[in-house]
């Protein structure tokens, strides 16, 4: 089957840009309402019902058929013995890949996430005391694929962070199972099964427990707790509608750490890049489904022709052609702008989760960029390179939330509680303040807490 990608071609002088430009963009994060219902559901059932509702759900979505649900938990052993079973080359690039994202991740950690005080003039002291959470749950997806890239993303910086338990679970559908509404989607015969990679970067990420489980009856296992499955604190990691769903679901009885929708990357090119890179790296993002967005801004009208002709040339090679070309057709723009500015003030519109600088002078144009998941600076610098072992978290914000929000980090998996120690000098001053405030709230067994501190005039 030959495939054809046209991703839209815009230029910012147009009159009708602003209008064709928002169109492309837009992305609906409203599911289903019969995905809401279904989760619904199978929250509430699990919160009632526990073990018995998990095995079957599995059972329904998954085809795994088990006695209990300690008979779905995987075990330090079945981490190495997966790790010991891969090729050295898999062994070294998964402990190279969790080295560098905990190196990058513990020097995060130094830079702001410790216990601090300091005392004012009268004694009194301020300050924050940072603690880990105590048990947090990770989602790596499976079904359709294995992603240890992702398990590493969000167990090690958990792990750095001090969390004391990191219980992992990951959906592992039965040979030859269709799954219609739970896991990963639709499995084929042989997908999700017990992958290696995935057990094996459980081994060098410290996972603590995991549990063979996905889905929305994985998401509410983990928010309420079940006989056998513990309740955690917080919540992270991808999934399908139904995991989403479920996460929005449970947000408040756990923490979450975002709503994910499609992937996206923006390339923002001035044309002195191989045209065949810039290409690659739009599929990159394309590949992951359908909905996936890759966006090229460029004031140089040749090489966008230039970089099309390279998506011609280079798509009938790719194993997943079907879902580029859909992608990119689909959502998938390569825009002509009047400048590089020009081109910067787009980026920030959009607030894409991934932005390629591919220039020869990326630091001329990283201060004009505000909003971002995360910048790759310079030619050399493909997206794929954060995906898997650059050392910075790949877990971003997507939708333009990248306006407000930030990567996946080890404060994600820590706490401030404020430390407050009044001395009796500086009881004098804050609680006069506090009685005024008080009564004027009249709030009076506030200020009257406050002003039984107060020394007695004379």
Same mark, same amino acid.
């Given at each position: 089957?030959?495939?054809?990608?046209?991703?839209?071609?815009?230029?910012?002088?147009?009159?009708?840009?602003?209008?064709?430009?928002?169109?492309?963009?837009?992305?609906?994060? *409203?599911?289903?309402?019969?995905? *809401?219902?279904?989760?619904?559901?199978?929250?509430?059932?699990? $919160?009632?019902?526990?073990?018995?509702?998990?095995?079957?759900?599995?059972? $329904?979505?998954?085809?795994?058929?088990?006695?209990?649900?300690?008979?779905?938990?995987?075990?330090?052993?079945?981490?190495?013995?997966?790790?010991?079973?891969?090729?050295?080359?898999?062994?070294?690039?998964?402990?190279?890949?969790?080295?560098?994202?905990?190196?990058?991740?513990?020097?995060?950690?130094?830079?702001?996430?410790?216990?601090?005080?300091?005392?004012?003039?009268?004694?009194?002291?301020?300050?924050?005391?940072?603690?880990?959470?105590?048990?947090?749950?990770?989602?790596?997806?499976?079904?359709?694929?294995?992603?240890?890239?992702?398990?590493?993303?969000?167990?090690?910086?958990?792990?750095?962070?001090?969390?004391?338990?990191?219980?992992?679970?990951?959906?592992?559908?039965?040979?030859?199972?269709?799954?219609?509404?739970?896991?990963?989607?639709?499995?084929?015969?042989?997908?999700?099964?017990?992958?290696?990679?995935?057990?094996?970067?459980?081994?060098?990420?410290?996972?603590?427990?995991?549990?063979?489980?996905?889905?929305?009856?994985?998401?509410?296992?983990?928010?309420?707790?079940?006989?056998?499955?513990?309740?955690?604190?917080?919540?992270?990691?991808?999934?399908?509608?139904?995991?989403?769903?479920?996460?929005?679901?449970?947000?408040?009885?756990?923490?979450?750490?975002?709503?994910?929708?499609?992937?996206?990357?923006?390339?923002?090119?001035?044309?002195?890049?191989?045209?065949?890179?810039?290409?690659?790296?739009?599929?990159?993002?394309?590949?992951?489904?359908?909905?996936?967005?890759?966006?090229?801004?460029? +004031?140089?009208?040749?090489?966008?022709?230039?970089?099309?002709?390279?998506?011609?040339?280079?798509?009938?090679?790719?194993?997943?052609?079907?879902?580029?070309?859909?992608?990119? &057709?689909? $959502?998938?723009?390569?825009?002509?702008?009047?400048?590089?500015?020009?081109?910067?003030?787009?980026?920030?519109?959009?607030?894409? *989760?991934?932005?390629?600088?591919?220039?020869?002078?990326?630091?001329?144009?990283?201060?004009?960029?505000?909003?971002?998941?995360?910048?790759?600076?310079?030619?050399?610098?493909?997206?794929?390179?954060?995906?898997?072992?650059?050392? +910075?978290?790949?877990?971003? +914000? &997507?939708?333009? &939330?990248?306006?407000?929000?930030?990567?996946?980090?080890?404060?994600?998996?820590?706490?401030?509680?404020?430390?407050?120690?009044?001395?009796?000098?500086?009881?004098?001053?804050?609680?006069?303040?506090?009685?005024?405030?008080?009564?004027?709230?009249?709030?009076?067994?506030?200020?009257?807490?406050?002003?039984?501190?107060?020394?007695?005039?004379?």
């Amino acid at each position: 089957m030959k495939f054809v990608a046209t991703p839209a071609r815009l230029s910012s002088a147009a009159s009708t840009f602003d209008a064709d430009f928002s169109a492309r963009l837009h992305w609906s994060a *409203e599911q289903d309402e019969a995905i *809401e219902q279904r989760v619904k559901g199978i929250l509430a059932d699990v $919160r009632t019902r526990g073990d018995a509702a998990v095995l079957d759900y599995t059972a $329904r979505f998954d085809g795994l058929r088990a006695a209990g649900v300690a008979d779905l938990e995987l075990k330090a052993a079945d981490f190495q013995a997966a790790f010991d079973s891969l090729p050295p080359e898999q062994q070294q690039a998964l402990t190279e890949a969790a080295a560098r994202v905990r190196r990058y991740h513990a020097w995060q950690k130094q830079q702001g996430g410790e216990t601090a005080t300091y005392r004012d003039e009268d004694g009194t002291l301020l300050g924050q005391k940072v603690t880990p959470l105590d048990r947090v749950g990770i989602y790596v997806p499976g079904g359709k694929a294995a992603y240890p890239s992702s398990l590493i993303m969000n167990a090690v910086p958990a792990h750095v962070a001090g969390v004391g338990e990191i219980i992992m679970v990951v959906p592992t559908p039965a040979r030859g199972s269709v799954a219609t509404g739970g896991s990963g989607g639709a499995a084929a015969a042989g997908q999700g099964e017990r992958n290696p990679l995935v057990l094996a970067a459980a081994h060098v990420a410290g996972v603590t427990r995991a549990f063979t489980i996905g889905g929305a009856q994985a998401v509410a296992a983990l928010a309420y707790g079940t006989a056998t499955i513990p309740r955690v604190d917080k919540i992270t990691g991808p999934g399908n509608a139904y995991v989403a769903s479920a996460k929005k679901h449970v947000f408040g009885q756990v923490g979450i750490d975002m709503i994910a929708g499609p992937s996206e990357i923006l390339v923002l090119a001035d044309g002195s890049t191989p045209p065949d890179w810039v290409a690659m790296d739009l599929f990159s993002q394309a590949e992951h489904d359908e909905l996936a967005q890759s966006i090229l801004l460029c +004031p140089d009208a040749a090489y966008i022709d230039a970089v099309q002709r390279e998506i011609d040339r280079l798509l009938p090679g790719m194993p997943r052609a079907g879902i580029i070309a859909k992608s990119l &057709t689909g $959502r998938g723009a390569l825009i002509h702008t009047r400048s590089m500015e020009e081109a910067c003030a787009i980026a920030n519109r959009i607030a894409p *989760e991934h932005l390629e600088v591919s220039s020869r002078e990326p630091h001329k144009w990283e201060p004009l960029l505000k909003h971002a998941g995360a910048l790759f600076l310079g030619a050399y610098t493909s997206e794929s390179l954060g995906d898997y072992c650059a050392g +910075p978290n790949h877990v971003l +914000p &997507t939708s333009g &939330t990248a306006r407000f929000s930030s990567p996946l980090s080890v404060y994600d998996f820590q706490k401030r509680s404020s430390l407050i120690e009044v001395s009796a000098q500086g009881a004098q001053a804050l609680g006069r303040i506090a009685s005024v405030l008080a009564h004027g709230e009249g709030l009076q067994a506030h200020a009257r807490a406050a002003e039984l501190r107060l020394k007695p005039t004379r």
